[in-house]
């Protein structure tokens, strides 16, 4: 009976404990959906029978296919880049003393700080010939003037430059975190049966932390769809005009506030959570990277 | 190469073998490399608003100008609409607070609930708060702009702030660390001993999770602190407005990224945009430099251990 009522009690007190949390969920993620998807499905000039005519306004748009191929390409240059980078170097951190990498994370972990606008700043003048500290470099490939790298047909690449810079450090650190995780008895085995370093990084270290660079990958991915930052600000302010509705989220912005057609930059923005949301259910249940933290529930 | 490296190069090739040296040596050569690219561009930050706009232009990329340049940069900064940057900057600063504090304390709830209670539904509650979590904030943008609009709060700081305050990643943290670094016995004997959950929360819980709440505060100033998308969307009037959306009006409204915007004379030109945009990386970076050690400790590694 005693215990009966205690466990009344948790159950009371935990329910109480999360619902602040539960109240946020509820007003930021919850709500906003279930308004925005009655605002996409109401009656307007280009959905005037109502139901799903924004959404197939919205795929129709001649700028849809446009966008959603830019940020597909720039997926397909940031995603490996990012990948690659990160794992090799991860992994190149690790095969040092760990105190001799102290400063070279130190140094990965500063371009954390150039994010968003700033990112706009610093790259126009890292990659302006006239300011730029790699201007000799430049020059080399002819690049002298700001519209031979500032033009339509290498946004992909230095939007995958700002992107991948400001995170790429941050991961480099986080996997070489884990890298740190895997029990040393388990390298000296693999090294007491002939394995090289090279042999102990690609075949015990880099299987052990797939499921993290998996992980990566994903966030990166559904970050890397919503791009916006960089080129509305590179278009709206420093090159007028040149990333113009480049990316999906440029297109619902457009949509929404200066064509003031929030009916379909609703159904536009929600197609996106939709892919977003199926992505995270894969994370969730097709691979084993939350196996841990789902158990753990269960026993309690 | 000095003489004590020459030595240990060779002690170290009759140690190991000799084909490995060639593959370290190019790992350092690529590790060093990869530092130099990256502190570059913040390095050139830190050093523009030393300089002239005529500086900036002629003399070496990477030179120090005078330390009266910060002060002239400032300054000028200090025209655009009457010190409308200092109002941002503070914007910033005590939206982010309010963020942070509200994040924080209702995440560790939120996690330890999740972890050491009974509460109902725990593990349909733990799937939602993965997949908030992995969803980016971004992809809630317009709907919460009709929530926000709908609610009365365009144009107020609670449009911003509010928002900012749900931090699923942070409840997922949480919740790893009570279940997994605290011992599910500490909790279950603090039960015996008589503490309710609260007891046990407030007593037991809470003072072993100052590793935890130093990195919730880290990543929940770090998403809020350059949000730029929501702040620009959900506010118009520009007092109430963040620094890195003051920043990109800088952007339009002077003449420093874009020559052709002439017609305005204020004296805003790279080093004036430098130093803004440096009163926003400063923060992040000596936040990521103090926090270094917690996250090479393994975000990852230490939360979601396999």
């Known amino acids: 009976m005693f215990k009966h009522r205690a466990q009344l009690m948790s159950r009371i007190n935990g329910f109480l404990m999360f619902f602040p949390y539960l109240l946020l969920l509820v007003m930021f993620a919850v709500v906003p959906i279930v308004l925005a998807a009655s605002v996409s499905l109401e009656e307007s000039l280009t959905n005037p029978g109502g139901g799903f005519g924004n959404y197939l306004f919205v795929l129709q748009d001649f700028r849809f296919l446009p966008a959603l191929i830019n940020v597909l390409l720039f997926l397909l240059i940031y995603l490996p880049t990012m990948l690659i980078v990160v794992a090799g170097l991860s992994l190149m ?112 270290k880099l299987p052990l932390i797939r499921k993290y660079l998996v992980y990566m990958l994903v966030l990166v991915m559904a970050a ?26 440029q297109l619902s912005y457009t949509l929404a506030f200066l064509g003031s ?13 939709v892919v977003m949301l199926g992505l995270a259910l894969i994370v969730i249940f097709r691979t084993d990277f939350f196996d841990e933290a ?3 529930i269960k026993e309690s | 190469m000095t003489l004590t490296e020459a030595k240990k190069v060779t002690v170290r090739k009759k140690k190991i073998n000799a084909k490995a040296l060639p593959a370290k040596t190019l790992a350092w050569v690529v590790m060093v490399a990869f530092a130099l690219f990256s502190v570059i561009p913040m390095t050139w930050l830190v050093l523009a608003p030393s300089k002239t706009q005529v500086g900036l232009q002629e003399d070496p990329p990477m030179s120090f100008g005078t330390f009266q340049g910060y002060i002239d940069a400032w300054n000028n900064l200090m025209l655009f609409q009457d010190g409308r940057l200092v109002t941002w900057l503070w914007n910033s600063i005590w939206y982010t607070s309010i963020q942070v504090l509200v994040a924080c304390l209702i995440a560790i709830l939120g996690g330890y609930a999740l972890a050491a209670t009974r509460m109902p539904f725990r593990k349909s509650m733990l799937i939602t708060t993965l997949v908030a979590m992995i969803v980016p904030q971004v992809a809630f943008v317009l709907p919460l702009f009709v929530e926000i609009t709908t609610l009365g709060l365009y144009d107020t700081a609670w449009a911003i702030i509010l928002p900012g305050t749900f931090f699923p990643f942070g409840v997922f943290l949480s919740y790893i660390y009570f279940s997994t ?13 008589g503490s309710g959950d609260w007891g046990v929360f407030f007593r037991i819980a809470l003072p072993l999770s100052k590793g935890l709440i130093g990195m919730l505060a880290f990543f929940s100033f770090q998403v809020n602190w350059i949000n730029f998308f929501l702040p620009y969307v959900v506010v118009n009037s520009g007092e109430v407005l963040t620094l890195p959306v003051g920043l990109g009006i800088l952007f339009s409204s002077t003449p420093a990224l874009n020559p052709q915007v002439g017609a305005n004379v204020l004296p ?34 230490g939360s979601v251990k396999s």
């Open chain 1, 224 to 249: 890397g769809l919503q791009i916006f930052v960089e080129p509305y600000l590179l278009s709206s302010s420093v090159y007028p005009g040149i990333a113009k509705d480049w990316s999906l989220n």
């Open chain 1, 261 to 273: 057609n929030l009916g379909a930059a609703t159904a536009l923005s929600l197609m996106l959570l």
């Open chain 1, 93 to 204: 951190l690790d095969s040092i003393k760990a105190r001799h990498s102290v400063p070279l994370r130190l140094a990965y972990l500063v371009p954390a700080g150039i994010t968003g606008s700033v990112a706009i700043l610093v790259w126009y003048f890292m990659l302006e010939p006239t300011y730029s500290p790699f201007a000799p470099l430049f020059a080399e490939f002819g690049w002298t003037q700001g519209t031979d790298i500032f033009n339509s047909s290498n946004l992909i690449y230095i939007f995958a430059l700002m992107t991948f810079f400001t995170g790429a450090g941050n991961w480099i650190v986080i996997q070489y975190g884990s890298l740190q995780s895997i029990p040393d008895e388990l390298l000296e085995a693999a090294r007491i049966d002939g394995a090289n370093s090279l042999q102990v990084a690609f075949r015990i």
């Open chain 2, 181 to 193: 670094t605290i011992p599910h016995d500490l909790y279950e004997a603090a039960r015996i001993d």
């Open chain 1, 294 to 296: 789902k158990t753990k």
């Open chain 2, 268 to 301: 805003i030109r790279g080093p004036e945009i430098a130093l803004a945009g440096l009163l926003i990386a400063i923060p992040i970076l000596l936040i990521f430099l103090a926090s270094s050690r917690l996250l090479v400790r393994g975000v990852l590694a």
